[in-house]
Nanobody
Framework: QVQLVESGGGLVQAGGSLRLSCVAS????????MGWYRQVPGKQRDLVAR???????NYADSVKGRFTISRDNAKNTVYLQMNSLKPEDTAVYYC?????????WGQGTQVTVSS
């Protein structure tokens, strides 16, 4: 079992920044990637950014150049630095932990960007 605790969401004006954190605990040694996804009501949950156990990362086109995913292995924590936020970034952001056999999701954190 893996437990994920997200934090860092909130309300920010357009152009502002937020940093999301996701702390993983439990049986985390088999992790192959961790990532951030987001979802708005009535739509599917979409990938925002993902980082592999080897350190490679990929991003949704809509956030490239504005968001940065990083991790602190010693703290079992993944971060999402979000800059130049836009109203269309408003969503619930979820952290996902993945191994070859399992995936776990966090509870989600709301990000609201006002225009």
């Amino acid at each position: 079992q893996v437990q994920l605790v997200e934090s860092g969401g909130g309300l920010v004006q357009a152009g502002g920044s937020l940093r999301l954190s996701c702390v993983a605990s439990g049986s985390t040694l088999s992790m192959i990637s961790m990532g951030w996804y987001r979802q708005v009501p009535g739509k599917q949950r979409d990938l925002v950014a993902r980082i592999s156990s080897g350190g490679s990362s990929n991003y949704a086109d809509s956030v490239k150049g504005r968001f940065t995913i990083s991790r602190d292995n010693a703290k079992n924590t993944v971060y999402l630095q979000m800059n130049s936020l836009k109203p269309e970034d408003t969503a619930v952001y979820y952290c996902k932990w993945q191994s070859w056999s399992y995936e776990y999701w966090g509870q989600g954190t709301q990000v609201t960007v006002s225009s």
